[in-house]
């Protein structure tokens, strides 16, 4: 684990407090740990779906080379 200070708001701040140990959670900073890992989890998902989004449009923008041209019309029946 890497340390690193973060600013959240008082009220908050007080609510996690007043919350942590009523929603089972071991201590404080295992309450922030789980809020972060949670945020970051939507966030990787939001990321993913816009790069999905960005490569599909990229994919429809662009011609496409057909590389069958050579074999259309080739009878392979009768070859």
Do not use: C, P, W
Not at 31 to 53: C, F, G, P, T
Request: proline residues 0%.
């Amino acid at each position: 684990m890497i340390q690193n200070k973060i600013q959240i708001d008082e009220k908050d701040l007080e609510f996690i407090r007043k919350a942590y140990k009523a929603l089972s959670y071991k201590s404080l900073s295992h309450y922030m740990r789980e809020a972060i890992r949670a945020r970051v989890r939507e966030d990787r998902k939001k990321l993913k779906d816009l790069q999905r989004s960005l490569a599909m449009e990229q994919i429809g923008r662009g011609a496409y080379e057909n590389h069958f041209e050579t074999l259309e019309g080739e009878d392979f029946e009768n070859r």
